[in-house]
């Protein structure tokens, strides 16, 4: 650029995260039932609700949503949950400076012991750790 010739080595410039919108989150399936049970965690992630509440918004029995939850994703509907709280807890530790407590709730995690539980077999971390890698504050 600029006319100068070009660097002896590629230049390796780190991502700086991934932040992901409603308008791009988007999972297609062709089974009705599990879009709308996607849908509905989408939405009610922050919330106490398991699989019970899941089936009844995609109106299919508990054992039904669980066969095929796992066909259609190769997830379990506990393990959506947990990838979707995951995620947010990881842009809000990205993102601001507040405490576990807090961001676990805002997360829909029961506790912030919990979710460090989670980030630590999902992501090999826990929430500490990977704020101080990946923060942008």
Do not use: W
Not at 39 to 56: C, D, L, N, P, T
């Amino acid at each position: 650029m600029g006319g100068a010739p070009p660097p002896a080595s590629p230049l390796i410039v780190p991502a700086g995260g991934v932040v992901i919108r409603r308008s791009t989150d988007i999972v297609v399936v062709p089974h009705t039932g599990i879009a709308r049970a996607l849908a509905f965690i989408q939405k009610h992630y922050r919330e106490h609700i398991g699989i019970s509440e899941v089936a009844r918004a995609a109106a299919m029995s508990d054992s039904h949503l669980q066969v095929q939850f796992h066909r259609y994703t190769s997830r379990t509907v506990h393990q959506e949950l947990n990838l979707v709280r995951v995620r947010c807890a990881c842009d809000l530790l990205r993102t601001t400076d507040q405490g576990m407590d807090y961001v676990a709730d805002l997360a829909g995690f029961p506790s912030a012991r919990r979710m460090s539980k989670v980030f630590r077999r999902e992501l090999g971390t826990t929430p500490r750790t990977y704020r101080a890698r990946n923060t942008t504050l």
